[in-house]
């Protein structure tokens, strides 16, 4: 079983990633055969069954609204890749 | 004895009694990894000055009276676990310069012990590998067969304490990459239950999955390093609140009133080397022989188990791995136009292969038609292997079972098929799909002369239990794999 190519392209769009033919072609089949094998997830009854996100049960972890130590402006921009004026600098995002 | 080839328990000893010193002890550990890791490959980063700067302080500690079991003992760190002005590369492009502004948790447990840390180590990209072929950065070696894999995702931690170039380390696992190297490698592995250890400056990989564990030269040092690291962290709220025990208080002589079970499905997995199943069968007889009672246990939904991890963690990952769009952190990429070209020309760029295909799978899996199918039928797939777990640990304290179906493959064998890749982990992903704890320690030796491991299975936050059978299977057959030839 294959991918379809576009279903792989319009995915990647959705992953903001970009890909050339060889990789859409590469990741088509291996994909293929992944989703193929996991088909067998189908023989499982799942009726009724309840979906577990979380393996441990916790309640809401709550804690008292106080502030506490936080990272300060210029910690929190130290890696990035370019920043100006206290802040991090981004491609025009709106016209 | 070189002063590199100590465990943490016997260096402890010998610094309390002001033996030796930590200086010597870290000098000793960093000259074999100048000696032997252009071979082996297993670390990103060596941080001497500064490990120098700590041993020092870890003497005048010990001078003081002022000591804890880890004080002065040589780490390394897998390569995801944040460390304050030191890069932390995950194994990626994309976080290749990224110097975290903070200390994961567990990190600075490990330094108010006074803990010495060496350096960080190789590892698959984000995690995502078995064998850490699929590091963006360097390729790490078995110290057993150099032509062979270490496993993965922590294969440089592995590789690291395998042959001797650290004293213990700290992995992650999200599907097997703390016990699998460690089966690999020879070494000893522990992953605790879901939430006993913070995550807290853990790159996120599956965030439902991860958890950070020891990986030791014995089983001792890995009730060690679980006193530190476990516990309740503010800052993971998926860190649970449960008290922590003395866990070496676990490792006493005798399993009598331990009941073992043993999953048939297991053992009749399609692929399971026979060399495999006859160590880990061999392994069983002498635990029985330490008192414990054997029967047997079946986990019916084991063969669901590969097919609902690679749906769920892909899942899991294509949403945490959105941020790294070039903005705050890590690599962007030069060649943009607009925002939006900006962000997949980075990503495309930063990521390599297999977390590109992670991603897609993902994304994939939770789209618009396809997350019913897929997400939420992994998810229910999920409990009923969930009840598999507790139904067995109704009449069973621990489980026994392979770690890996075969020992370390060669380098390049599975790289270019994914799935074969993935059905290699068919034995260690229950345990992070349950949430409970798992166990590797060295059991036996191939014919081929790499090392095979025992895996041991508890229900939640029974480590210590899991502990002590290791513990009560070490003293009975020893270290069967001793160490590798480095030929130094």
Redesign the interface.
């Known amino acids: 079983m294959k991918?379809p190519k576009e279903?792989?392209i319009h995915?990647?769009g959705?992953?903001?990633?970009?890909?050339d033919d060889a990789?859409v072609e590469a990741?088509s089949e291996?994909?293929g055969?992944?989703?193929e094998?996991?088909?067998?997830?189908?023989?499982?009854d799942?009726q009724g069954?309840?979906?577990?996100?979380?393996?441990?049960f916790?309640n809401n972890?709550f804690?008292e609204d106080i502030q506490g130590e936080h990272?300060d402006r210029e910690?929190?921009l130290?890696?990035?890749?370019?920043k100006e004026d206290g802040s991090?600098l981004?491609?025009?995002?709106v016209g | 004895m070189k002063l590199y080839e100590l465990g943490i328990g016997e260096a402890h000893g010998l610094l309390k009694k002001k033996e030796i010193s930590s200086r010597e002890l870290t000098r000793s550990v960093l000259d074999r990894i100048a000696a032997i890791d252009d071979r082996v490959g297993a670390y990103l980063t060596v941080t001497e000055t500064a490990a120098m700067h700590s041993a020092e302080r870890a003497d005048r500690s010990i001078r003081s009276g002022q000591m804890t079991p880890l004080t002065g003992i040589p780490m390394a760190l897998k390569d995801l676990l944040c460390t304050q002005g030191v890069r932390t590369t995950c194994g990626s492009r994309m976080l290749e310069n990224f110097i975290p502004p903070y200390d994961a948790t567990v990190v600075a447990r490990l330094k108010q012990q006074d803990a010495v840390i060496v350096g960080k180590t190789n590892m698959d990209e984000f995690a995502m590998g078995s064998s850490t072929e699929n590091s963006g950065l360097k390729r790490t070696r078995n110290p057993w067969n150099l032509e062979c894999i270490p496993g993965g995702s922590s294969g440089g931690s592995a590789a690291a304490v395998a042959s001797d170039m650290c004293l213990g380390a700290l992995g992650s696992d999200t599907g097997g990459s703390i016990r699998q190297p460690a089966s690999h490698c020879g070494i000893v592995g522990l992953k605790p239950t879901y939430g006993r250890v913070s995550r807290f400056g853990l790159v996120a990989f599956a965030s439902s999955l991860d958890q950070i564990g020891p990986m030791t030269k014995n089983v001792a040092d890995s009730a060690v390093l679980m006193n530190c690291i476990s516990g309740h962290d503010p800052k993971d709220s998926t860190s649970v609140p449960e008290p922590v025990p003395d866990y070496p208080s676990f490792l006493t002589e005798g399993l009598e009133g331990v009941r073992v079970g043993i999953p048939r499905e297991y053992f009749e997995a399609e692929g399971l080397d026979p060399e495999v199943s006859g160590a880990v069968r061999r392994a069983v007889k002498v635990i029985e022989s330490r008192g414990a009672a054997c029967l047997d246990v079946s986990l019916p939904h084991t063969r669901f188990v590969v097919a609902a991890y690679y749906i769920i963690a892909p899942s899991e990952a294509s949403s945490n791995l959105a941020r790294y769009d070039g903005v705050k952190y890590g690599y962007r990429a030069g060649d943009h136009q607009d925002y939006l070209e900006m962000y997949r020309s980075t990503r495309s760029k930063g990521f390599g292969p297999e977390v590109q295909r992670r991603i897609i799978l993902g994304t994939y899996a939770l789209s618009a038609g396809y997350y019913d199918a897929y997400y939420r039928k992994a998810s229910q797939v999920r409990t009923l292997i969930m009840e598999d777990f507790k139904a067995a640990f109704g009449t069973c304290d621990v489980i026994l079972a392979p770690v890996a179906p075969t020992p370390a493959f060669a380098i390049g064998e599975k790289i270019d098929d994914p799935l074969t890749m993935y059905l290699s982990d068919i034995f260690t992903l229950s345990a992070n799909l349950a949430g409970i704890p798992g166990m590797s320690v060295p059991c036996g030796v191939s014919s081929s002369g790499l090392p095979i491991g025992l895996q041991v299975l508890g229900n939640h936050f029974n480590e210590g239990i899991l502990l002590k059978v290791a513990y009560n299977f070490e003293q009975a057959a020893g270290h069967p794999p001793g160490r590798p030839e480095m030929g130094v």
Do not use: C, G, W
Request: aromatic share 6%; proline share 6%.
């Open positions: 991918i279903d792989i995915v990647a959705l992953a903001r990633l970009e890909m990789a990741f291996q994909l055969k992944v989703l094998y996991v088909e067998t997830l189908n023989r499982a799942t069954v309840a979906p577990t996100t979380h393996a441990i916790l972890a804690r990272l910690s929190a130290s890696n990035a890749p370019e991090f981004v491609p025009r995002v």
